[in-house]
């Protein structure tokens, strides 16, 4: 309760919720602000690159199809995609850190030394390069991201495990005889819980976000599919005048990804006051 209350003070992180519950809710059930979910990837020509308007919100793309629709619907494409990335990373990199973290030897060194290969590499240029050997799709796009993302983890959690590890009671559950697996499973990992919500809090935002990259570049999903990226890749060619078909997908990824930024910033205030914003 006590935490619920300083969360509850900090009003940039309530924001950041209040924006991620929206997107959620929208994500969930888009019949709430979309007319005809089974028709938003079909256009009407006579509808062409019209101005946003009581009728067309955000207007229409080169197509004739809605743009708020589409904008809506990719809600769904967007927080899918990061929380499949995002699941996959952490089925991948928290068990990783945890080994790392408590054995000592060859095997933690080949673990981390592995982690910091992937880390090296610019996690774009090798989400793009992955998707690219895997082939154009959204199913490619959350492979090469999860690919590339699953290290983070990996690193949080082998730094909160080497001290806790040091602990007295990692010390007496050895001396009392407990396995390695309970010690890791029913002791360490629950104790490592809150930054791996924080990291994958923060990594749902930067996921979406680089996800968008990937399809503005011609790597993540194929039309018509309703992804914000592919949106603005395909109204840049009608910039500046057509300004609202690249304009409303881009400020749907700002809020969303900033939603997700400023909820994370307040998760790590309360587990670490200490990293607290000035």
Same mark, same amino acid.
């Given at each position: 309760? *006590? ?7 900090? +009003? ?13 809710? !929208? =994500? ?13 990837? #079909?256009?009407?020509? *006579? ?16 197509? /004739? ?5 589409? &904008?809506?619907?990719?809600? #769904? ?6 929380? !499949?990335? %995002? ?15 408590? #054995? ?20 774009? $240029?090798?989400?793009?390069? $992955? ?9 490619? =796009?959350?492979?090469? !991201?999860?690919?590339? @993302? ?6 949080? %959690? @082998? =730094?909160?495990?080497?001290? $806790? ?10 001396? @009392? ?14 104790? &490592? ?21 990937? /399809? ?21 060619? @009608?910039?500046? +005048? ?25 998760? #790590?205030? !309360? ?8």
């Amino acid at each position: 309760m *006590l935490m619920l209350k300083k969360f509850l003070r900090d +009003v940039p992180a309530v924001l950041g919720l209040l924006i991620v519950v929206i997107a959620v809710i !929208l =994500a969930l059930f888009p019949g709430l602000l979309v007319d005809n979910v089974d028709r938003v990837n #079909r256009g009407d020509i *006579l509808q062409r690159l019209k101005p946003p308007s009581p009728d067309l919100p955000f207007g229409s793309d080169d197509l /004739g199809r809605n743009i708020f629709d589409r &904008v809506v619907m990719g809600t #769904r494409s967007a927080l899918t995609i990061s929380t !499949l990335v %995002v699941s996959l990373s952490m089925i991948v990199g928290v068990p990783l850190g945890l080994i790392a973290g408590y #054995r000592s030897g060859w095997v933690s060194s080949a673990i981390m030394r592995v982690t910091d290969v992937f880390l090296a590499v610019p996690q774009l $240029i090798l989400a793009i390069a $992955i998707a690219q050997i895997l082939g154009r799709g959204a199913t490619s =796009a959350m492979i090469a !991201l999860a690919v590339t @993302y699953w290290p983070f983890f990996t690193r949080t %959690v @082998y =730094a909160e495990t080497q001290k $806790i590890r040091a602990s007295l009671f990692v010390e007496a559950l050895e001396g @009392y005889g407990a396995s390695t697996t309970r010690i890791m499973l029913f002791h360490i990992l629950p104790n &490592v819980a809150a930054p791996v919500i924080v990291r994958a809090t923060v990594g749902m935002g930067f996921v979406i976000l680089t996800a968008a990259v990937l /399809g503005f570049l011609g790597v993540g999903a194929v039309p018509p599919a309703p992804d914000w990226g592919l949106q603005i890749s395909e109204g840049r060619k @009608y910039l500046p +005048v057509h300004w609202w078909y690249a304009t409303f997908p881009g400020l749907a990824i700002l809020f969303l990804v900033l939603g997700f930024n400023l909820l994370g910033d307040g998760l #790590r205030d !309360l587990v670490d006051p200490r990293l607290r914003r000035s």
